[in-house]
């Protein structure tokens, strides 16, 4: 794997804009009763990380990321399977899905803390509704693409079911089912930092807000950027993951 | 004309007026019509014709990939409902009936995982590398070879089950006239020292010849034999002076005018 190299010219463009902001900001160019220079910003962050106020906040964040990713995965591959491999299944459920998933989740957060309150719960179900959907679609998509040679081999080689379905079909599905809980990860983020504003006073969505309201802009600021470095860090991880687990496929290995 | 008779125990496949009829855009088609064939033990036998003529149509029922319409088709004596043990399809485009994410040697042990013990499957996956000159590629994956050398791990797959039959549909048709003649040999190497019968699909008339020991030459569509010629050219084979002899040629030259005539068969019915 080649060394990670440095981005200078990326890193510089970051740099200067930066720059700008701060300048334009201390020389008055550009004067918002609510826009902090930079300075101020990154003082904020320091004195966030050093009260252990924004690692309580992460911590939360991350825990219903990270458990309504696993549970959105977890429903979005069985359902996306038993739609992918029964004809049947589709024909009964498939109507309902598409009326279902063009809706915004968000829409349904009245209903969410109407049936569970300020709570976790009522974060984790948002955050799952709306991320089982690219997991369900990617899966069904990849296990129903899966071509009619495989089966053909499977049969050929007088394979039992089973052992078709565990040893070909899935494994040429995989791709397929992966970049759809690569996708459902993005969203899981959006919606919890959502939820988090609106519904569960507690993590970094709710951070924003609070400080919003208590007018510490530079602490609004510093949480915003944060929630973005998490995002890309998070991206990151699963970009590695991915690789791993798709080693042996010839696709990883051009990405 | 049917062809010629041999004794029964001969025999592998047996063919009794066979047909295949699939449902096209709601009319029925007939793909296959009327075969009687025997697929003689040991034999090499290839099949030409024409496309549209049903010849992997034809494969699949003896393969048992696909329920005949009409007539019989038995394997050692008993009928054929689907893929019967000691028969296996090779397939033409390789890249898709191979299994991109295992190693060559996880490939050629597929059919034999869960049946056989550790032990045995690993001495028979070295074997069938050995037979098709892949040892030194077991631990590469599929994606990392040529397509002469992943057409070699499907045959080796197909090997490594120690078949009666193997049916081979078009498998070097997609391969470079060099590699093809490199993996015509080693087939026909295979064919002798285990003496595994085959059925080869083609649409090149001289590999037909070279390869076979008789000929089949299809017509249609819907596919029905139109001629069986036998090939008595010497064994071993060779690319240069098999294919240089006059026999070799007066063969290419009868079955290019049945396939010819075959087509003008179909086109006067049409008439």
Same mark, same amino acid.
């Given at each position: 794997m080649?060394?990670?190299?440095?981005?200078?010219p990326?890193t510089?463009?970051?740099?200067?804009?930066?720059g700008?902001w701060?300048?334009a900001?201390?020389?008055g $160019?550009v $004067?918002? !009763?609510?826009?902090?220079?930079p300075s101020a910003?990154f003082?904020?962050?320091?004195?966030?990380?050093?009260s252990g106020?924004?690692?309580?906040?992460?911590?939360h964040t991350?825990?219903?990321?990270l =458990?309504?990713?696993?549970?959105a995965?977890?429903?979005g591959i069985?359902?996306?399977l038993?739609?992918g491999f029964s004809?049947w299944?589709?024909?009964?459920?498939l $109507?309902s899905l598409?009326?279902?998933?063009p809706?915004?989740?968000?829409?349904?957060l009245?209903?969410a803390?109407?049936?569970?309150?300020?709570s976790?719960?009522?974060e984790?179900?948002?955050?799952?509704y709306a991320?089982?959907?690219?997991v369900?679609?990617?899966?069904?998509?990849g296990?129903?693409s899966?071509?009619?040679?495989l089966?053909d081999?499977g049969r050929?080689l007088r394979?039992?079911?089973?052992?078709?379905?565990i040893k070909?079909i899935?494994p040429a599905?995989a791709?397929? =089912?992966?970049?759809g809980c690569?996708?459902?990860?993005g969203?899981?983020?959006?919606?919890?930092?959502?939820?988090?504003?609106l519904?569960?006073p507690?993590g970094?969505?709710?951070?924003v807000v609070?400080?919003?309201?208590a007018?510490q802009?530079q602490?609004?600021? $510093?949480y915003?950027f944060?929630?973005?470095l998490?995002?890309?860090a998070?991206?990151?991880?699963l970009i590695?993951a991915?690789r791993?687990f798709?080693r !042996?496929?010839a696709?990883?290995?051009h990405? | 004309? #049917?062809?010629?008779t041999?004794a029964?125990?001969?025999h592998?496949?047996e063919?009794?007026g066979?047909?295949?009829?699939l449902?096209?855009?709601?009319?029925?088609r007939?793909i296959?019509?009327?075969?009687?064939?025997?697929v003689?033990?040991?034999?090499?036998?290839?099949i030409?014709?024409?496309?549209g003529t049903?010849k992997?149509?034809l494969?699949r029922?003896?393969?048992?990939?696909v329920?005949?319409?009409h007539?019989?088709?038995?394997?050692?004596?008993?009928?054929?409902?689907?893929?019967?043990?000691?028969?296996?399809?090779?397939f033409q485009?390789?890249?898709h009936?191979l299994l991109?994410?295992?190693t060559?040697?996880?490939n050629v042990r597929l059919?034999?995982e869960?049946v056989?013990?550790?032990?045995?499957c690993?001495?028979?996956?070295?074997? #069938?590398?050995?037979m098709?000159g892949?040892?030194r590629?077991?631990?590469?994956h599929?994606?990392?070879l040529?397509?002469?050398m992943?057409q070699r791990v499907?045959i080796a797959?197909?090997l490594?089950?120690r078949?009666a039959?193997?049916?081979?549909?078009?498998?070097f048709g997609?391969l470079?006239a060099?590699?093809?003649?490199?993996?015509?040999?080693?087939?026909?190497?295979?064919? #002798?020292q285990t003496?595994t019968s085959?059925?080869?699909?083609?649409?090149?008339?001289?590999?037909a010849?070279y390869?076979?020991d008789?000929?089949?030459?299809?017509?249609?569509?819907p596919?029905?034999?139109?001629?069986?010629?036998?090939i008595e050219?010497p064994r071993?084979?060779?690319?240069i002076?098999t294919r240089?002899?006059?026999?070799?040629?007066?063969?290419?030259?009868?079955?290019?005018?049945?396939v010819?005539?075959?087509?003008?068969?179909?086109h006067?019915?049409?008439a």
């Amino acid at each position: 794997m080649p060394a990670l190299k440095f981005n200078l010219p990326g890193t510089l463009t970051i740099l200067a804009v930066v720059g700008l902001w701060e300048f334009a900001v201390r020389s008055g $160019a550009v $004067a918002f !009763d609510y826009l902090p220079p930079p300075s101020a910003v990154f003082v904020a962050w320091g004195g966030l990380l050093l009260s252990g106020e924004m690692l309580m906040q992460t911590v939360h964040t991350l825990r219903a990321v990270l =458990i309504g990713w696993v549970l959105a995965s977890a429903i979005g591959i069985g359902l996306g399977l038993l739609l992918g491999f029964s004809a049947w299944a589709r024909r009964y459920l498939l $109507a309902s899905l598409e009326l279902l998933r063009p809706l915004p989740a968000v829409a349904f957060l009245p209903l969410a803390l109407l049936l569970f309150n300020f709570s976790l719960t009522t974060e984790l179900v948002l955050i799952v509704y709306a991320s089982i959907w690219p997991v369900l679609i990617n899966t069904m998509g990849g296990v129903m693409s899966v071509g009619t040679q495989l089966y053909d081999v499977g049969r050929t080689l007088r394979l039992s079911r089973a052992r078709t379905l565990i040893k070909v079909i899935l494994p040429a599905a995989a791709p397929a =089912i992966v970049v759809g809980c690569r996708l459902s990860l993005g969203l899981t983020l959006v919606m919890a930092i959502i939820a988090e504003m609106l519904a569960n006073p507690h993590g970094l969505g709710y951070a924003v807000v609070s400080e919003l309201q208590a007018m510490q802009p530079q602490r609004m600021f $510093a949480y915003v950027f944060f929630i973005g470095l998490l995002a890309i860090a998070l991206n990151g991880a699963l970009i590695g993951a991915s690789r791993w687990f798709l080693r !042996d496929h010839a696709v990883s290995s051009h990405e | 004309m #049917a062809g010629e008779t041999t004794a029964a125990h001969d025999h592998v496949f047996e063919c009794r007026g066979l047909g295949l009829e699939l449902a096209h855009h709601g009319a029925r088609r007939r793909i296959v019509d009327d075969i009687t064939l025997d697929v003689r033990r040991g034999e090499f036998l290839t099949i030409v014709g024409a496309s549209g003529t049903g010849k992997t149509s034809l494969l699949r029922l003896l393969g048992g990939l696909v329920p005949a319409s009409h007539g019989t088709v038995s394997f050692l004596g008993k009928p054929v409902a689907s893929p019967p043990e000691g028969v296996v399809v090779v397939f033409q485009d390789y890249s898709h009936a191979l299994l991109q994410w295992r190693t060559v040697a996880a490939n050629v042990r597929l059919g034999l995982e869960g049946v056989i013990g550790r032990a045995e499957c690993d001495e028979r996956v070295r074997q #069938a590398l050995a037979m098709v000159g892949l040892e030194r590629c077991a631990d590469d994956h599929p994606w990392q070879l040529s397509g002469g050398m992943q057409q070699r791990v499907q045959i080796a797959r197909a090997l490594a089950l120690r078949p009666a039959v193997m049916l081979m549909d078009e498998p070097f048709g997609a391969l470079d006239a060099m590699t093809k003649a490199a993996l015509q040999d080693e087939l026909l190497r295979v064919h #002798a020292q285990t003496g595994t019968s085959f059925v080869f699909i083609t649409h090149d008339i001289e590999e037909a010849v070279y390869l076979g020991d008789r000929v089949v030459v299809l017509g249609g569509p819907p596919g029905r034999i139109h001629k069986f010629l036998p090939i008595e050219l010497p064994r071993p084979r060779d690319q240069i002076h098999t294919r240089q002899m006059p026999e070799f040629l007066r063969l290419r030259l009868d079955i290019h005018a049945a396939v010819l005539e075959a087509g003008r068969d179909q086109h006067d019915a049409r008439a």
